[in-house]
């Protein structure tokens, strides 16, 4: 009988850990609003999941951090790895170091340079960034137009060079721009801001300070649009006059909607993408094949349909 019972007992203990899964997840920086949104949806999403753990590292923007931490995931035993990348030119060799290990591995949110190459066991789960700038550009078009200009200048703050998603949205602007209704538009200013607010309000004050004139400033993400926003207060500027946008929709690019400075953005699904790559993540740790490319839609904010957004990321 005795034996029995332990028998019974070790096969529960077998069905309990075939059941229980460890994920590591790589964060490409751990401040930055959107990231969090991000991460806190992952794990929020992962405690509604029965014996799923997260093991969440911050690589603080260092691509040989980050590469340490997948090296240290896979020696530590995970069932799969996300990832979302410091450097979208640096992903072939993590995904190398994944498939040889034999472990599953998403990337969520910034598209590896080698997507269209992933392995079987590997996945990308984000937005496609050409609705993102290419939404921002036509609306703040659309505004221009509204106030009556048939010339503008515009001025262009870029995220990390090394980011996929910020050359992507700036191939957006230029692309609308090309466009017959929209080639009244004219940049005259386009820099990197590295996606944070201090170095948006840092360039803004420069380019004020070098007497820059313009009519709109289209931002790769909300937060250099809230730094370059806070520089032209600072300076005196009538945020009427100027039309500023953004992208990802966060809580503090609402309210900068709400307070008339931030005239558009566009809303990234951060617990989409993140319940997505956990999802995915626990499919292919299974052995299920999933679709290699998952992309949650991108949706146009404006102070007119602000209040559907404002209790989301």
């Not at 896979?74 to 034999?102: H, L």
């Not at 909300?222 to 926003?229: H, K, L, P, Q, S």
């Not at 558009?264 to 740790?285: E, R, W």
């Amino acid at each position: 009988m005795r034996k029995l019972l332990l028998g019974v007992a070790a096969s529960a203990l077998m069905t309990t850990s075939a059941l229980a899964e460890n994920i590591g997840v790589s964060m490409a920086l751990f401040d930055d609003n959107f990231l969090t949104v991000l991460r806190n949806g992952m794990i929020e999403y992962a405690k509604t999941l029965d014996g799923v753990t997260l093991q969440v590292e911050d690589a603080q923007n260092d691509v040989a951090k980050q590469q340490s931490q997948i090296q240290n995931f896979i020696a530590a035993g995970v069932d799969a790895i996300i990832v979302n990348p410091v450097d979208t030119d640096a992903t072939a060799a993590m995904s190398k170091i994944a498939a040889e290990a034999k472990i599953p591995l998403v990337y969520v949110n910034r598209e590896p340079i080698n997507v269209n190459e992933l392995p079987e066991t590997q996945a990308f789960v984000a937005s496609d960034e050409r609705e993102s700038g290419t939404l921002e550009s036509k609306e703040i078009c659309r505004l221009l137009k509204e106030a009556g200009k048939t010339e503008a200048n515009i001025v262009v703050m870029m995220g990390e060079l090394s980011n996929q998603a910020a050359r992507q949205r700036t191939q957006d602007v230029h692309d609308v721009i090309a466009t017959p209704e929209c080639s009244f538009m004219k940049i005259v200013e386009e820099q990197t801001a590295n996606w944070q607010r201090t170095q948006g309000a840092d360039l803004m004050s420069n380019w004020l300070s070098a007497g820059l004139q313009f009519d709109a400033v289209v931002s790769n993400n909300d937060e250099m649009a809230i730094g370059a926003i806070q520089a032209m207060k600072a300076a005196g500027m009538d945020m009427k006059t100027i039309i500023v946008g953004g992208v990802d929709a966060t809580q503090d690019a609402l309210a900068a909607m709400a307070a008339g400075d931030l005239d558009v953005t566009v809303f990234q699904n951060a617990a989409g993408q993140g319940k997505g790559s956990v999802d995915a993540a626990l499919k292919l740790a299974k052995g299920e094949k999933v679709e290699q490319k998952v992309y949650i839609p991108f949706e146009l904010v404006t102070s007119a349909n602000l209040e559907k957004y404002q209790a989301k990321n």
